[in-house]
């Protein structure tokens, strides 16, 4: 499924307009996003937590020339699934 199906999922279960559905949608993850900006952890109960996480500087290798490369730090999104998602994904 990808986001303008998602969209009109919300629209047709909720009963209102694809384009309120659209903004209910970009609101909540912009938001999402500053909250893990500002490194807090966003829970939606249910479903799950997603947070932040740094990974350090490393050395990796160009696949295709074989030449060691140096990977700067980052950082990364972790999601862990709540225990209702995990029970619906079980059953299929």
């Known amino acids: 499924m990808n986001k ?3 969209i009109e999922k919300i ?3 909720t009963g209102v307009t694809k384009v309120t559905a659209a903004k209910a ?3 909540f993850l912009t938001n999402m996003g500053n909250a893990m ?3 807090e ?3 939606v109960s249910g479903f ?3 947070h932040v996480t740094p990974r350090a500087e490393k050395k990796g290798r160009n696949p295709q020339t074989g030449e060691t490369i140096s990977i700067p730090a980052h ?3 972790n999601f862990r699934a709540g225990k209702k998602l995990r029970t619906l994904v079980k059953k299929n």
């Open 4 to 6: 303008a199906e998602l």
């Open 11 to 13: 629209a047709l279960s």
């Open 25 to 27: 949608l970009d609101s």
């Open 37 to 39: 900006e500002q490194g």
């Open 41 to 43: 952890r966003v829970i």
């Open 48 to 50: 799950g937590s997603f």
């Open 75 to 77: 950082n990364v999104v």
